[in-house]
């Protein structure tokens, strides 16, 4: 299926938007410095009624309630390997955001393993763009079922690429490294280029790189549940952030918050945002070098 994967993902998206499957939140953005980084900060329009009953909707869902068993076949993409699907993100703030969800359920505070980095390659090997993965409630996942993301590069917004550009690119495939501007605890791990690779080699490659960046942070991942974490990968590399907690100052955040991106449900949250100051409020989620 991934060699026809992006006109599938626009399809089923066309047609989920007419029948009112899809329900996408409509987002103003503002973009903040710190450090040398743009941060992006969305929040819903107020002049959007719609799209604040739909956020609404999205964060009173029943915790109980399975979404993945099964997807709604409205905003099911199609398969990718044996074991996983590919599901629009009902309510997306990002247009073409997939979810790459386990057929059967799995906890989402069990470890990744190789068939999870498979589902993931078999996007990225054709797609490119940002993979990434919560890793329990207080890494900002808001299922119980496992699911990594996917979403395309973007001119603006969450890039993966404002923090890998101080890396050295010569490092050979594995070698791990940190950011010594970044205050928060992280590993990045090299690994190849997406594009263009074959898909179970790059599954492979990220399983491997994980397994390395949470050996280098002493982040057991031989357990159920693991230690709460963020995974971020493109670009040729992957990054791993351990945890201590989901909100700041009433700002939940999630793993694109570690590729610029954040989110407030409301406007004037802006403000706590800007006076925090982003890198400040990622340290205070995760953990200070």
Not at 94 to 109: C, G, N, P
Not at 221 to 236: A, S, V, W
Not at 257 to 271: H, S
């Amino acid at each position: 299926m991934t060699a026809l994967l992006l006109p599938r993902i626009d399809q089923t998206h066309d047609a989920a938007n007419a029948s009112g499957a899809l329900q996408p939140i409509r987002t103003e953005r503002e973009v903040m410095q710190d450090g040398g980084i743009d941060f992006t900060v969305r929040w819903v329009s107020s002049l959007e009624r719609k799209d604040s009953d739909r956020l609404s909707a999205a964060l009173r869902r029943d915790p109980d309630f399975d979404p993945f068993l099964p997807p709604d076949p409205a905003l099911t993409v199609g398969p990718l390997g044996d074991g996983h699907l590919a599901v629009l993100n009902k309510f997306p703030v990002i247009a073409r955001h997939l979810l790459i969800v386990t057929r059967d359920f799995v906890s989402q505070t069990l470890p990744l393993d190789i068939a999870d980095f498979t589902a993931l390659a078999k996007v990225m090997s054709e797609l490119g763009g940002l993979g990434f993965y919560n890793g329990g409630t207080e890494a900002g996942a808001s299922q119980r079922h496992k699911h990594l993301q996917w979403i395309p590069e973007a001119a603006r917004g969450a890039k993966l690429s404002m923090f890998t550009a101080r890396l050295p690119n010569d490092l050979p495939l594995g070698s791990t490294t940190v950011r010594d501007d970044l205050p928060w605890r992280h590993c990045f791990v090299r690994i190849p280029t997406d594009v263009g690779c074959d898909a179970a080699e790059f599954g492979a490659a990220l399983h491997a790189a994980f397994i390395r960046a949470c050996g280098a942070l002493d982040l057991a991942c031989d357990r159920d549940p693991m230690p709460p974490y963020n995974l971020l990968t493109g670009g040729g590399w992957l990054v791993v952030i351990p945890r201590s907690r989901e909100h700041c100052e009433k700002i939940s955040v999630n793993a694109l918050g570690f590729a610029g991106g954040l989110f407030v449900p409301r406007p004037e949250l802006i403000d706590t945002v800007r006076a925090i100051g982003p890198l400040k409020l990622l340290t205070s989620v995760g953990f200070a070098r």
